[in-house]
C-alpha cells in the first residue's frame, strides 16, 4: 500500500484531501515532518488562501527548501500549484520556481474569485488518462497561472489559463479534483499509478 503525504502548513484543505485519497485505498498522513515527506511514495501540496502568508508558513518550516528537491511525484493543488511558480501577483511574492511563469490576477471586469465548474481542454499528461476532453473540475480562485510551457491542460475565464502544469516530477492543477467527483477522483487514482 502507497503512502501518500500531504503537505501540512497551515494553508490547505487537508481533510478533504485526506478523504479522497482514502476512498482510494492507500495510506495517508498530514504531515510537515520533512523526513516522513521524503519517505512517502508520493507527495501532495494543497492549498488556500493567500499566497505571501502561504510562503512566508513554508519558509517557517522550511519547507520552501524541501518542496522542489522532492524526487517522488508531488501533486499542487489550487494555490500549491501557484505558488510552486516563480513568482504570484499576490503579495508580490517569489515562488517555489519549479513551473515557468507568473501567477496573476483575472482582469477586474471578470467576477473574481471564479467559483463553480469548469471545464477543462487541451489535456497532455498520464494525469488525464480516462479522462475525456472538456470534463468539468471544481475550482475557487482569484489569480491564475497564463500558458506557459509547462501546461498540460487549459480552462477559460476570460481568457484560456493553465487548469494543470507539468514539469518533471512535478504537477499542478488550479481546480481541486477532491471537490470534483468522479473526475477528480479519476485523476488522483491516474496520480497515484504514475
Not at 502548513?9 to 498530514?30: D, E, F, H, M, P
Not at 519549479?98 to 471564479?114: A, R, S, T, W
Request: charged share 20%.
Amino acid at each position: 500500500m502507497q503512502t501518500i503525504a500531504i503537505i501540512d502548513y497551515g494553508a490547505g484543505n487537508t481533510q478533504s484531501v485526506k478523504n479522497a485519497l482514502l476512498r482510494l485505498n492507500c495510506k495517508v498522513l498530514i504531515t510537515s515532518d520533512a523526513a516522513v515527506i521524503r519517505q512517502a511514495d508520493k507527495v501532495i501540496f494543497p492549498g488556500v488562501g493567500h499566497a505571501a502568508r502561504a510562503l512566508i508558513s513554508l519558509k517557517a518550516t522550511g519547507l520552501d527548501a524541501l518542496i522542489p528537491q522532492l524526487k517522488q511525484p508531488v501533486l499542487g493543488i489550487c494555490l500549491g500549484m501557484q505558488l510552486m511558480c516563480k513568482h504570484c501577483e499576490e503579495g508580490d511574492s517569489k515562488g517555489l520556481e519549479i513551473f515557468e511563469g507568473n501567477v496573476i490576477k483575472f482582469d477586474n471586469q471578470l467576477k473574481v474569485p471564479q467559483i463553480g465548474w469548469n471545464q477543462i481542454s487541451n489535456l497532455k499528461s498520464e494525469l488525464f488518462n480516462d479522462i475525456d476532453e472538456n470534463e468539468f473540475m471544481y475550482l475557487v480562485h482569484s489569480y491564475f497561472a497564463p500558458l506557459n510551457a509547462d501546461t498540460i491542460a487549459t480552462s477559460t475565464y476570460g481568457l484560456k489559463y493553465a487548469s494543470a502544469m507539468k514539469k518533471n516530477n512535478f504537477y499542478g492543477v488550479q481546480f481541486h479534483p477532491e471537490k470534483s467527483g468522479k473526475v477528480g477522483a479519476q485523476l488522483l487514482k491516474n496520480f497515484l499509478e504514475l
